[in-house]
């Protein structure tokens, strides 16, 4: 997937529990994006981030947080795991913010939260 | 606000028939356009883009859109769909005003290809 990368694939974890995902890239691209999937909603940005250090929320971060501390990595964290937050997380990586560029996709993390 | 709409969460056809995906957008200054496909398991793949350049976009895998402003529509077609096709299909708009190229997703298209 052009270098990026997610981890892990799949997790299982308890309500109330903290979890973290993984995003790494190997492509040196600046801006990074966490999404969720979920059936009937299409893809919702959670967070973004436009450089080292640099992140914004997007339409759905209630319950979500992110850090960025080298440009190869993206951590998605949910803080207390909740019912609603089961759901497939992707990734995306974009190398400039030129909007006609789209985005390069990771795999995807299948999160279950019981 | 921006928001893409996609009829039909199921589309089905048959080996060799049109294919025909449904995007409608809303924006209130010229919008960027995409598609994307998404195979069982794996992330989204660009399938082709519109970007104010020609109003008919051709794709890889033989799909092509086209744009039409007056319909607010960016629809997605294949002349003959192949079992290959069967995947799940974005389409996705941005105006390209907000400075960290976000886009806002449809709620997808599950395109069945039937023998």
């Known amino acids: 997937d052009a270098g990026i990368t997610q981890s892990p694939r799949h997790k299982v974890t308890e309500t109330g529990t903290p979890v973290t995902l993984r995003c790494h890239q190997t492509e040196n691209h600046r801006y990074m994006y966490w999404y969720r999937q979920d059936p009937g909603h299409g893809l919702r940005l959670i967070h973004y981030?436009?450089?080292?250090?640099?992140?914004d929320k997007g339409e759905v971060s209630d319950g979500y947080s992110v850090s960025r501390s080298k440009t190869e990595d993206f951590l998605l964290t949910l803080e207390s795991a909740t019912s609603s937050q089961t759901s497939v997380y992707f990734c995306?990586?974009?190398?400039?913010?030129?909007?006609?560029?789209?985005?390069?996709f990771g795999s995807g993390t299948r999160l279950t939260v019981v | 606000a921006q928001s893409v709409t996609q009829l039909g969460s199921h589309v089905s056809v048959s080996e060799g028939a049109l294919v025909l995906l449904r995007c409608n957008y809303s924006s209130s200054v010229p919008p960027y356009l995409f598609w994307y496909v998404q195979y069982p398991n794996q992330g989204l793949q660009l399938l082709l883009k519109?970007?104010?350049?020609?109003?008919l976009v051709k794709g890889i895998n033989g799909f092509e859109a086209e744009f039409k402003k007056s319909e607010t529509s960016f629809h997605l077609t294949k002349p003959s769909a192949h079992m290959s096709d069967a995947a799940e299909y974005f389409c996705a708009v941005s105006d390209g005003r907000d400075n960290f190229n976000k886009f806002y997703f449809g709620s997808g298209t599950k395109l069945n290809v039937k023998p």
């Open positions: 995306a990586i974009s190398e400039v913010h030129f909007v006609n560029y789209g985005y390069t």
């Open positions: 981030s436009y450089g080292v250090k640099d992140t």
């Open positions: 519109y970007t104010s350049a020609a109003t």
